[in-house]
Structure formats: C-alpha cells, structure tokens
C-alpha cells in the first residue's frame, strides 16, 4: 500500500516537471552566473581542442572521447541527463508515462523535429537507432549500458510521434538510460544496418555531408590528423527562452592536438578557447597566470565523481601454489593499507593539493548517492601495523620490513599505467607509504594494452588505475557492483558470488535497482556501502577537484563536474563578438 | 649496372616483405589487443568476444599472417582496425604531410649545416667555429622530444609563430601557400636543427682531415687563393661522408619523427604510426613498417649512388 | 689545451658518479613533500644586512601548492655542514631547508643529488651498449666488406630489418615473457643489449663501406700479394682505417642511449621508480612547465651537453676524423622519440 502510494508521488513529481520543462524548452535550466538571462549574441567561432582523432563518426561504434565529441555536436538522444543538475531533461522525447507497475514508458516525442538534412524525425528513427545498437553484427560498445542483466529494452513505435519502451526488469533509473544513446537517422543507416555493415557505416572517409544528425551541429569537414569543423544546423530543433532559435555559434572546430604540454599553450596564447579535457593540476599555475592576466577564466567545478582505484586479485584459488596465499586477499590487508597511506599526503603530493580524501566508490561530490556515514579507515600506521600482524604480518627480523610465519618478505606488485601521471605518482606515494609499515610494494608501470590484458586475465597482485565510471546512478554501473559484472574489477564474471559479502551486495543491489521508491533505493545504497567499506574491494585514496579553462570570450557556460565539462552543453554556449 | 638495380630492388621487396611480416607477428605477440584497448576493461565478455570475430582477431596467428598475406600479394594490406579504411588510403595520405616537411627539413638543414661545417672545418680555432661546434653539440645532445618542446613553446610564448597543426582553421585559399609555411617554421626547424648539427659535425671532421692534405696544400703553394681551394677543391673530397648518410636520412625522415610530429600536432606519418602501435591496430602497423621499409630501402640505394659519383672507388 | 679541457670534463663526470655516495647531498629517492619543484637552494655568504658568514642557505616557504610557488624566507639562515652522515656538504636542518643545489623534481627530490646517483646508470649504460654496437657493427660490417657478395648482401639487408622494425613491439613481446618485477641488474643487461643491437646497424654500414673501399687501394693489394692471411689484413690494415669513424659513432650512440632508456621504460623495459637516470629525469621534465617555471629540471640535458663536448674534444685531438659517421643520429632520433 505504502509502495503503491509512494509510486504514484513519484510519478505526479516527475510528470510536473517534464510538462514545465517541455512547456519552458530550456527555461528549467540553471543559470550559473546569471549569464543565461542575457540576450545571446549570436554567432561566432569556438575552437576546442582534442588529444586523438576520432576512430569514426558513428558512436554507436566506438566509444572513444573524440567520436563522443562528434556525437556530442551532431546527434541528439530522448532524454539528457543535465550535467549539472544529474536530473533528466525530456530532449527529443517531449514527455512520457509510465504504466505497468514502471516496466513500459510511453513516449511522446517532440513534434516538428527534423534531421539536419531536412527529413522528419519520426518513432521509426528511434526503433531503428535500438535496432541498430543491439544489432549482433554491430558488436556496439553502447549495447551493455541499454541492457538489464543481458536483457534488452523493447521499443516499438505506436504511432509516427509516440514510441513504446519496454523494460524487461523494473529499473528505477527508467528513462536516464537513453541519455547513452544517440538518435541515428534510419533513412540514411538502414541499408548499411540490413547489409550487416552498420558498425563500419560513417567512417571517417564518409563525406561529411552524409552525416546527419538531430543535434546542434553538423559535420562540414575533417582534415585528418588535423581538425574536425562543425557548422550550424539550420534545422536544429531547439530554441532559448527567448525564443531565438539554438545553437549560439555559427561554427565549433575541433582542433587535434596530441600533447597536452602543446594543448595548454594554446589556450595560454588564443589557438583555442578551450579544451575538451579538464586541466590537470601540474597545468594549473600557466593557466592560472593566462587567467590573472584576463585572457582565459578557470573554473574550478568542484570534486570528481570518481577517485582512481587501488585493488587486489581477489580471484579465488588466483594464489593457491603461491606462498603469500594466507595474507594477499584478506580483508585485513586491504584495510591496513587503507590506514597506513596519508591521504592528505598523497592529495598533496599527486594532486598538488587539489583533492579530497575519500573511502569508498562514491565522492561527496555524488551528492545524491554518496553515503557521509559509511565506515572509514582513518590514517593511523600503528592500527595498520597491528592488523598486519593479526594476518600473520610482523618484523620478524628487526630490519623495518615485515615478515610471513615463513619469514618470507611480505612484498607484493603493483601495476599501473605508464603514461598517466597521477595514477604513476599515486602508485609512488602508495609504494611510500606502506613501506612506512613495513610492507615492500614493486610498482610496474605497463603500457595500457599490457595492463588491460593482465587485469583481465586476473594475473596480478594488485592494480592501479582508473576504471571511469558511467553515472552517478549506481543503478546505471550493475557491472561494477554484481558479482557477475564485467566491471567488477577484483573478480570479475563470477558464475556464483565467491564471499558472503558479495552475495549480500547483489541482493541488496538487486532490490536497489528495481525499487521505485528513491528513499529505499538510497537506504539500500548505504547499506551497500557500509558493505564495501568493510571489506574494501577496492581501497580509493583521493578524488581530485576538476579545473576547466575557457578563454575570455566564452560566455553562458554551463560547467558540470562530469565529462565532458562544458561541451556537453554545446548548444547554448556563445562568444562575445 | 642493370643487374645491380635489379638485385638492390629484388632486396628492397624482401626488406618490406620481412619487415612488415615481423611486425604483424610481433603485434599480435605483444600483449593484449585492439579490442582490449578499444573497448576498456568493463566491456562484457560476449561484447568482445563479437568484436574479436568482426575483426577477425580470433584467428590463430598463422591463420591470420597467411590471410594477409594472400592479401598482400594483390597489394590489400588490409584495412586499419582504429580507422576502418584501408592501409593503402592512409598512408600515402599521410606520407604526403610528412613529406613536405621533411623535405624542407632537409633542405634547410643542408643550407645550414653544410656551408657552417666547410667554414669550422677549414679554419683552425677562431670564436666563431668554437661557438658554432658548441651549438653543434646542444642540438646533438638534446632529447627531440625537448627540442621540439622548446620551439613550441617559443613560438606560444613570442606569438610569432603557430603553435601547431598544419593550417590555419579557416584560412583562405589565396593566403594557403603563406599559410602552409607558417606552419611549417617550428616543426621543420625541430627536425632540422639537430640534422644541421650533424651536417655540419661530418663536414667540418671531414674538411680539416682534406685541408691538411697534400694536394691541397700544393694547390695552395701554387698560389691559388685559400677561398677557392676550400669552395672548390677540397670540397668536393669532402662532400664523401655527407653524401654517404644523405640517402639514408631521406630515408628516416620520409618515415616521419614520432616527437616532432606529436609536439608539433604534424598530421604525419610518424604519428600514424604511433597511435597504430598503441592501439594494437596490426594492420596499419605493418603497413607503416613497409612504407618506412621501403623509404629506407630507397634511401640506402640512393646514398650508394651519390657515393659512387663522389667516390668511384667504392662502386660495383 | 682543449684535449686537456675534454679530459677534465669527462673526469669530471667520472668522480661525479662514482662519487656520488658521499657527493649528493641526499640519497636519489629522498623526497621533500613540501618542496615539489622548489628551486634551487644557492649558498649565501652575505645576508641581507651586508653581514658575512660561513656558507648559508635560506628556506623555502610554500606560498601555493597548487601553483607550486615558494618564497626565500629570507629572515632565517641556515648553516650547512660539512663532512657529516657520509656526505660531504649538506644542510644543518633538513626537515626546514634541505640543501638542493639544482632545486626539487616534481616528487619533491633533489635534482643535484639525482644528477650525480644518475650518472652512474646512464653513462654506465651508454658506454657498455655503444662498446657493445662496435664489436658487433665491426664484425658485421668488417665481414659484409671483405667478403662482399652474397654475405654482403645478407648482412646488410639483416642491418636494414634492424633499423626498420618497430622497436617498441620488439620490447613489448620481451616485456611480456619477462617476469613483472626485474632486478635492476637484469634492466641493465637487457637495456645494454637491445641499443647493441639497435646501434650496430649504423657502425657496420660504415665499417663495411671504409672496408671496402680501402680493400680496393694500393697497398691492401700489395700485402694481400704478400700472402697475408685473411683474418690478418682484416684486422691489422683494413679495420683500422674505420677506427676514426667508430670513434665517432661511439660518441654520437652515447647520448642517444641515455635518452633512449627512458624511452624503453614506456613500455615497462625501463629501472624501477626510485633509480635515477638522466633520461627518465629528462623524460619527466618533457612538459611544457619545465620551461617555463622549472629550468633546473633540464640540468640533465647540460650535463649530456658536457659529457659529449668532453668525449667530442678527447677524440678530435686524438688526430682521428670521422668518415661516414651520420646514421647514428638518426637512429639516435628513432629510439628516442617513440
């Protein structure tokens, strides 16, 4: 009953606020500095920057930060989740119901919607853009993310303007999901989808004409190895709140630009206004200085939603002919190693200070999520050292160094990525900081390949790195937290869950994911990481504050903590003229 | 002569063939693959399994060297897992990026290298042959990676000059030309630099070992003034060593410069190369490894030539 | 004058790595987290009111981290002291203002101090891998010359697969089937291995074209008439008309070593984290900061200048001239930029 009542609360709310948004277009948005409320000027160049090229434009084929950027620019979804805010924000879909106990959405997609090429957007180019994504021959890299537990959506078209999407499971998150997929247009894709060469569709030798999308942008020329240039598309169905129809600019290019040394000096001397990466700390002081002197603003948007993530092997039997096996997978170890490392130190030294210890998965930046009273393991050496001793860790021999009942070293590996100066200065301060208590660490720094296949292959002691993560929605991250997920780095694609634990998180998750009821579901979610935090799967040291610069003449940003930073609003962003 | 150039080439082919064969094997030894750095680890394992098949990547390394080579005696090196296109369409593309700088590289660093080595080699001592041998050696002695760092970093820092890349965005097609070179200054000047530095170290070793020769000296004695000794007899005894690396040089920089060519956002080959290798994308990198092949196979053949008008002697 | 100048370089950098213990001020892994990228401590003998006294530093006090500014406390002098913990010169008070002649790397570490324990390694390196190229170029290139012909041929082509094949998935499959965690003894050996089979392609091209080429003159005809054995003329008239040219090589193999380590350490070849060397030191300083904010990061960079200007000025007054030494620095640039 109280389940029942709580369901239509939810619904009523969210109803509210997709007809104030639909009926305001974007006057739901926020409006950081007061910018919004002026009258843009229209027109403009913006030039930004990327490391790589693009590995195609079609993104439902790859999954690369450059082809999310061309993705960003041409195409538009159903719903976007407003970076800033995390909420949804009905996009080409105008409004929606639920029925069927929250499994079925019904929605009504905005009229007079046309593709940059001038064809009307309509239901079938939804049904075809999932067809095209769960395709098999596709193999596309966005398919995980759409589907429950390897089982997909059903989305049917109703009528020309009204699209039916089945869930196989309850799913709390509902519609946030299809803010990972880009709405593709069938009239051009559907021989290629039929042809069994969808994934191979839009290269990058496709005349740029022939890409058509919904968003802000189009494609009008790519040099390679040098640029991608974007022009406004006369079609692009949104408009401010005045009425003035969207994008702001005439023209985004995307500059590539492969070093990051190179990258910073042109924002500093005006080849670019921004970059599609935040700036990392050891960049801060030139952009700083760019900024004193009024060429370029810094922002400084706050704490990451992620934290790189230090873990163990924890693959049963992964050490069974190995002598280290009575130590290397406690949970003892695990926190000990929490206690020993200074996380101040270790924000100090690989953050430059801008950063803030955290415990678990969660950053407090998570607002929604974030659980402030899960357990923590505060900095104490000497708690760390007696822990070590209860696995059977001690200084057998006087020498600083602790010993196994076997008075073998206790000494294990650790990998990381070469190339990637936190996660290398991470691994040097937790390599520092444990030999404090004795524990000898040998970091190897690997080139990603390598890296990626021994984490995958579960040959290795411990590892380093950074996994990235989807959403704030735990919900929209299953792989990370089920036993069974492909994400799940200490042990990941177990048939049955290997600890109590683990069994417990699943339940808990399980129930997390379908209830409707957001206060439940965030009670579960605490549970589930007092859970972690007992155990420590993984051990997360510090999350950084996130930088980005935009030079002077950039107006009406809207920065959001997540990537990307300011693209992601791409539409409204202008420049002074 | 004939049979000469015709053995030299049936080497050139076995050269590409070797090479880019052992670089398709060693790439596919090297550990993990283009789907493991394409799709992360967080990808389900069916994803990948699928990817693998699409790319072909679950055949057996003999399985796979054969298909290519099969395919590689029509010329189809394959198509670049990353790109998708075929190797053949990227990398004339690129080359032709490559080309232009190098070859102004080359020429610069010539116009500069060699008429300061002939100057330090033919005089002994003097301020201005230490500082030019001084400043020989900083650029010998330099990391590329710093060089074309501190060049890019100057043209930033002056204004003078673009910080990378090899267009203007939007630059007009009269003024492309003018543009072009603009772009060219800071990535030329970071490979020819150290080349210039090198010119001028042999040619300068090389002119004083002649200078002191006899013939030289009884050229002089008959009263011929010094200049024209140095430009002009002694200049061409000495040009030996100089013409004997020039081909190869051709050769490494027609490959293109991974430093240089990163620092300096140069759409060239060497940067091709180096996203192929990172990527694990076989194919491309086999394709990459032939066209360096074959840029040095030509070069050497070249650098023998030039030495053979120079110096008789060492011809068949 | 300038021989002796040369010498005393290259002596120079000899007792700065052998006497690195008791030179450095701080062992090469000691880090100073206050102190990341500070810049260098210069000693004082006079301080700001015109008083004299015995050699001083001034601390640094951090002003941001976050843009890794520091200010001299200039109203705190401290002391430095000689001939203590083993060191020959250090400061009195560590924890407030270690003395770091050639300021802090970017772990806070003194640059000075890894400079010197960096020597060791790099020109250890360097030295062994390019004596290591010679014997194999001379050999390869001495045979390919005299013999000519199919062996020519075959030995030449071999060099050119050497020079062409992508060295960075040689090093990763090595990387592979070696185990994760390599002594550093094992490093060095590996290291020292690979440039001599990297390098030795650009010493037998030259060994084998001077080889030739003076197989062909006067005299190399008249003692052959003689009846010198093969091995004989080879060694004792034809080698060493190449000498002055591998002279020349060495030094130019040598730079391009040091820098190349640092370039094997990318795929995992490379000394574990605390070891210095001059060119993961170099590698470190490849940003844009460097230059910028940091010069003293690129000390390194000086010290191969001096190294190669001693090693420049020893050879030529050696009265030896190169011949064809150039594919070096090319190679050089390959290894060092992938």
């Not at chain 1, 994934?199 to 030798?205: D, E, I, Q, Y």
């Not at chain 1, 040998?442 to 411990?462: F, H, K, N, P, W």
């Not at chain 3, 020292?192 to 091209?205: D, K």
Request: glycine share 8%; proline share 6%; net charge neutral.
């Amino acid at each position: 009953m109280t389940r029942h009542t709580r369901n239509v609360r939810t619904f009523t709310t969210a109803a509210l606020a997709f007809v104030m948004a639909a009926s305001g277009g974007c006057r739901s948005k926020p409006r950081p500095g007061g910018e919004a409320g002026a009258t843009m000027s229209h027109g403009g160049d913006l030039v930004v920057s990327v490391r790589t090229e693009p590995r195609t434009f079609n993104r439902l084929a790859a999954r690369d930060t450059s082809t999310d950027l061309v993705s960003i620019l041409t195409q538009a979804k159903l719903v976007r989740i407003n970076r800033v805010t995390q909420e949804v924000e009905p996009w080409l879909a105008e409004s929606w119901t639920r029925s069927d106990a929250g499994l079925r959405y019904t929605i009504k997609l905005r009229p007079n919607v046309t593709f940059s090429d001038g064809h009307p957007f309509t239901a079938d180019d939804v049904v075809f853009s999932f067809e095209a994504v769960y395709d098999e021959k596709t193999g596309s890299a966005l398919a995980d993310s759409l589907q429950m537990g390897g089982r997909k959506l059903r989305v049917t078209a109703a009528d020309p303007s009204t699209v039916v999407v089945a869930f196989p499971a309850p799913f709390a998150p509902g519609l946030r999901i299809l803010d990972n997929l880009p709405i593709v247009p069938r009239h051009k894709l559907e021989a290629a989808l039929k042809a069994g060469t969808f994934a191979s569709a839009w290269g990058l030798s496709t005349p740029p004409a022939d890409i058509v999308g919904l968003g802000p942008f189009v494609l009008s020329e790519y040099a390679p190895g040098q640029r991608l240039v974007f022009t406004r598309n006369t079609h692009y169905w949104r408009t401010d709140a005045s009425g003035t129809p969207l994008p702001y600019l005439d023209r985004v290019t995307a500059d590539i630009i492969p070093d990051e040394s190179a990258e910073i000096l042109s924002l500093e001397s005006g080849r670019i206004d921004m970059t599609f990466s935040s700036v990392a700390p050891e960049s801060y002081a030139l952009v700083k200085r760019a900024a004193d002197a009024g060429r370029v603003k810094l922002m400084d948007l706050g704490v990451a939603y992620d934290a790189d993530s230090f873990w163990f092997n924890l693959k049963p039997g992964a050490f069974a002919a190995d002598a280290r096996a009575p130590w290397l997978q406690r949970d003892e170890l695990r926190l000990a190693i929490s206690m020993a490392v200074d996380r101040q130190l270790f924000a100090d030294t690989v953050f430059l200070g801008a950063g803030v210890p955290v415990y678990g998965p969660e950053t407090p930046s998570n607002k929604k999520w974030y659980a402030a009273d899960a357990p923590r393991a505060p900095h104490d050496p000497a708690r760390a050292r007696v822990l070590l001793g209860s696995v059977g860790l001690s200084d057998r021999n006087g020498d600083g160094a602790i010993e196994d009942a076997g008075n073998r070293p206790a000494r294990f590996t650790l990998l990381t990525q070469k190339g990637r100066p936190s996660l290398e200065r991470g691994a040097a301060v937790i390599r520092d900081e444990l030999k404090k208590v004795g524990l000898v660490v040998d970091v190897v720094s690997l080139e990603a390949g390598a890296l990626i296949q021994r984490i995958l292959s579960a040959t290795y002691d411990s590892v380093y790195f950074d996994p990235g993560t989807t959403d704030t929605d735990p919900a929209i991250n299953p792989d990370f937290w089920f036993s069974s997920g492909s994400a799940h780095l200490w042990n990941m694609m177990q048939k049955a869950p290997a600890t109590e634990w683990e069994k417990r998180i699943d339940e808990l998750m399980a129930r997390q994911i379908a209830s409707p009821d957001e206060a439940e579901r965030k009670r579960l979610f605490d549970e589930v990481q007092r859970i972690f935090a007992e155990h420590l799967p993984v051990i997360y040291f510090v999350a950084p504050r996130v930088y980005v610069a935009a030079s002077a003449r950039v107006t009406n940003l809207m920065p959001a903590v997540s990537r990307p930073q300011l693209l992601w609003a791409a539409d409204t962003i202008a420049v002074k003229q | 002569m004939i049979s000469y150039i015709a053995r030299r080439l049936a080497f050139a082919v076995i050269l590409v063939f070797t090479v880019s064969s052992a670089s398709l094997v060693l790439a596919r030894l090297a550990p993990g693959d283009y789907v493991t750095t394409s799709l992360g680890i967080d990808a389900r394992r069916e994803t990948v399994e699928r990817a693998r098949a699409r790319y072909r990547l679950d055949r057996s390394i003999g399985e796979q060297y054969r298909d290519w080579i099969v395919g590689a005696a029509r010329l189809d090196f394959g198509r670049s897992l990353v790109y998708d296109r075929p190797v053949t369409d990227l990398i004339p593309e690129r080359a032709a990026n490559t080309a232009v700088l190098a070859l102004t590289a080359l020429a610069a660093a010539t116009l500069i290298g060699l008429p300061l080595g002939i100057i330090t080699g033919s005089r002994r001592g003097g301020v201005a042959a230490w500082a030019i041998r001084a400043a020989s050696l900083v650029l010998l002695s330099m990391p590329p990676l710093l060089t074309s760092l501190f060049l890019v970093f100057a043209a930033a820092r002056t204004g003078w000059l673009p910080v990378g890349g090899m267009s203007a965005a939007g630059a007009a097609s009269e003024g492309a030309t003018f543009d072009l070179l603009r772009h060219l200054v800071v990535p030329a000047a970071a490979l020819a630099l150290p080349l210039a530095a090198m010119f001028e170290r042999l040619q300068a070793q090389a002119m004083s070992e002649v200078v002191g020769q006899p013939f030289v000296l009884a050229t002089l004695a008959r009263g011929v003034p010094r200049a024209r000794v140095v430009w002009r007899d002694a200049l061409k005894a000495a040009l030996r060593p100089v013409a004997a690396v020039y081909g190869l040089v051709v050769g490494t920089l027609l490959s293109g410069s991974f430093a240089v060519e990163v620092i300096t956002a140069w759409p060239g080959l060497g940067r091709l190369m180096l996203d192929a290798l990172r990527a694990r994308d076989v194919y491309l990198v086999a394709g990459c490894a032939a066209a360096g092949s074959m840029f040095l196979a030509a070069g050497t053949l070249m650098s023998d030539a030039a030495l053979a008008l120079v110096d008789p002697r060492t011809s068949e | 004058m300038t021989r002796l100048f040369g010498w005393t370089l290259l002596a120079a950098a000899v007792v700065a790595a052998s006497g690195a213990p008791l030179l450095a001020p701080h062992a090469s892994d000691d880090q100073f987290r206050g102190l990341l990228n500070a810049a260098p401590t210069f000693p004082h003998l006079v301080d700001d009111s015109g008083h004299w006294h015995r050699p001083f530093i001034y601390p640094w006090t951090l002003v941001s981290q976050l843009e890794q500014r520091y200010e001299q406390d200039r109203s705190t002098r401290v002391g430095l002291v000689w001939f203590t913990r083993g060191r020959l010169v250090g400061s009195a008070d560590d924890s407030r203002a270690p003395l770091m002649l050639l300021g802090a790397d970017s772990y806070g570490r003194d640059v000075f101090s890894r400079l010197l324990f960096g020597a060791r390694i790099s020109l250890a390196l360097s030295i062994v891998a390019a004596l290591g190229s010679m014997l194999a170029g001379v050999l390869i290139g001495g045979l390919a010359g005299y013999i000519g012909g199919g062996v020519d041929d075959l030995l030449m082509r071999a060099s050119d697969f050497v020079l062409v094949l992508p060295a960075m998935y040689v090093a990763l499959a090595l990387r592979s089937v070696l185990p994760l965690v390599l002594a550093s003894g094992t490093v060095f050996g590996l290291l020292a291995a690979i440039f001599a089979v990297v390098g030795a392609p650009f010493i037998s091209r030259g060994v084998r074209a001077i080889v030739r080429a003076e197989k062909q003159l006067d005299y190399a005809v008249a003692v052959a008439s003689l009846g010198a054995g093969h091995a004989r003329l080879l060694a004792r008239h034809l080698l060493p008309a190449a000498r002055g040219f591998i002279v020349v090589e060495i030094t130019m193999l040598v730079p391009a070593f040091i820098v190349a380590e640092a370039t094997l350490s990318y795929v995992g070849l490379g000394f574990p984290d605390p070891v210095a060397s001059w060119g993961t030191m170099l590698h470190d300083a490849s940003n844009v900061r460097a230059f910028a904010d940091f010069p003293w990061l690129l000390s390194p960079a000086a010290a191969m200048f001096l190294v190669v200007l001693g090693l420049n000025l020893v050879m030529e007054q050696s009265g030896v001239a190169p011949v064809m030494g150039a594919p070096v620095a090319e190679g050089a640039g390959r290894l060092q930029s992938e």
